[in-house]
């Protein structure tokens, strides 16, 4: 049941897509923009989520203090806030005219309707499953094995390079995947801080909103069809055994 929930919705939208007009889609340079754009920013988004994120999952792996619920709890806000919300937060946040704006302007960098707008909008609503699936990887590592490293000499680093970050890069990896995907399906907040240049999800909204759900129906069935390679091409990378 819970597969037809999922695939007849999906069938549905593929079986009602009139071929002439999906042709005259994979022939539309905005859509083809607008996916690049869109491969674009989850691409800056997820690397800028792995830098922020395994650190911190590594920190609340290893260590202990008051105030670290609360912390683990912060790091699953993004999910739950409304992505309209994330967009007003970080356009007063980074508008122009705001503080870190004006800080961020010095260097050339603006993120009112620019790449960066959208890298720091997916990556806010999607750094959250790095985080979280980081944190499970490390806190799933057998304490043995890292303590017989030390024991024979081996030095904080390469402990955590040769025993603690292989066992848990499978977690890293498919924390990286959901958070790309995450990423890629971003509306609301680009929306409010980033409209252009525009993503998939926008120029669908858009084309939906100025022509209907026939012209919008063949934008959707091609990301669709992209989503689904992109995630046979990421779950087929051997990840190696989770221990």
Known sequence: MCLLFIMVPL?????????????????????????????????LSTAT?????????????????????????????PIVIPHVAVGIILLKLLNSNSPFGKIFSKFGISFVDTICGIAVAMCFVSI??????????????????????????????????????????????????????????????????AYYPKTAPILMLERFENYGLKASTPIAVLVV?????IFVLFLSIPLGKEK
């Not at 071929?19 to 691409?43: C, H, M, N, P, Y």
């Not at 989520?49 to 806000?77: D, H, Q, R, T």
């Not at 069809?225 to 390679?229: G, K, V």
């Open 11 to 43: 069938l549905n939208l593929l079986a009602s897509t009139e071929i002439s007009a999906f042709k005259k889609t994979l022939r539309d340079e905005e859509v083809w923009q607008a996916i690049l754009t869109t491969l674009k920013g989850a691409g």
């Open 128 to 193: 959250s499953y790095s985080i979280s699936s980081s944190l499970l990887g490390f806190r799933s590592i057998n304490k043995e094995l890292v303590w017989t490293a030390r024991s024979l000499g081996a030095p904080p680093v390469e402990v955590f390079k040769r025993v603690i970050f292989p066992l848990a890069l499978p977690y890293i990896l498919r924390g990286a995947i959901l958070s790309f995907a995450r990423a890629v399906s971003e509306v609301g907040a680009l929306l409010i801080i």
């Open 225 to 229: 069809l992209i989503s689904l390679l």
């Open 49 to 77: 989520g792995l830098v922020l994120g395994v650190p911190l999952a590594y920190c609340l792996s290893e260590m202990e203090f008051k105030g670290k619920k609360v912390v683990e709890s912060i790091i699953n806000i």
